[in-house]
């Protein structure tokens, strides 16, 4: 169970992937825009950020990159929420700095995996 952050404009999008992790025991806070996702991260401090890309104004790709240069952020992983299919899109999603990638609708299986992937204690990680 972990406390997330969803960063989405479309309220029926932000509406299923609410339920979808209140369903799995996660408390959700919600952000219509990158500005005030940005705020809500640090004031928060979310386990976790699901982030629209298409986003009005500044798009979640920039609002990754500023998350991910704040000291305060840097360290929440970000699964980039996206309709774009394309190859070089995805690779757009990992050099702004999001840690996963999940291309809508959703599906709460693979949401599920994602998050649990990134959730796991980093004791677990083969990296140390
Ligand atoms: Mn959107």
Redesign the pocket.
């Known amino acids: 169970m972990a406390h997330i952050l969803i960063v ?3 309220e029926a ?1 932000m509406r299923l992937a609410r339920l979808l992790l209140v369903n799995a025991g996660h408390t959700v806070v919600w952000a219509a825009d990158a500005e005030s996702g940005l705020t809500l991260a640090r004031e928060a401090q979310p386990a976790l950020i699901l982030m ?5 104004g500044m798009d ?1 790709l920039a609002a990754t990159a500023l998350l991910k240069q704040d000291p305060h952020t840097a360290h929440i992983p970000v699964i980039a ?1 996206t ?1 774009m299919a394309m190859k070089e899109d995805r690779e757009k999603t990992r050099l702004a700095g999001c840690d996963a990638y999940i291309s809508k609708p959703l599906r709460y299986k693979e949401l599920y995996q994602v998050i649990d992937t990134l959730l796991q204690p980093t004791t677990t990680s083969p990296l140390r």
């Not at 629209?52 to 009005?56: A, C, F, R, T, V």
């Open positions: 989405e404009d479309n999008n629209d890309i298409q986003l009005p979640g929420l309709a």
